[in-house]
């Protein structure tokens, strides 16, 4: 059974920094592994991703140049740090993981059973 634990949530004002981590069990380190995001209201969608290399990302426009995804594999663990953060980056941050067939930006991805998702963690931007 892989199990995907999150943690670093928390509140911060604008401008401010955070660090999620995300400790995955169950399973030899995942092909990606990610971060998806759902803001109040809306779809819960992609906003970064890491490869098992550790050497290829891919952000969303939303988060590029302020958010940095890495990952540890000797501790099966991946990193989200995110700075110069503003209230648009208010929502439930989930971790996920998932094959290299596993979709991440497009749209629906966040609703796709071909990952496997963590249990969210809350962040909070206030102006």
């Known amino acids: 059974q892989v199990q995907l634990v999150e943690s670093g949530g928390g509140s911060v004002q604008t401008g401010g920094s955070l660090t999620l981590s995300c400790a995955a069990s169950?399973?030899?380190?995942?092909?990606?592994m990610g971060w998806f995001r759902q803001a109040p209201g809306k779809e819960r969608e992609g906003i970064a991703r890491?490869?098992?290399?550790?050497?290829?990302?891919l952000y969303d426009d939303s988060v590029k140049g302020r958010f940095t995804i890495s990952r540890d594999n000797a501790k099966n663990t991946v990193y989200l740090q995110m700075n110069s953060l503003k209230p648009s980056d208010t929502g439930v941050y989930y971790c996920?993981?998932?094959?290299?067939?596993?979709?991440?930006?497009?749209?629906?991805?966040?609703?796709?059973?071909?990952?496997?998702w963590g249990q969210g963690t809350q962040v909070t931007v206030s102006s």
């Open positions: 996920a993981a998932g094959d290299y067939t596993a979709t991440w930006f497009t749209k629906g991805s966040g609703s796709k059973s071909d990952k496997y």
């Open positions: 169950g399973v030899s380190m995942p092909h990606s």
């Open positions: 890491i490869f098992r290399t550790g050497d290829d990302t």
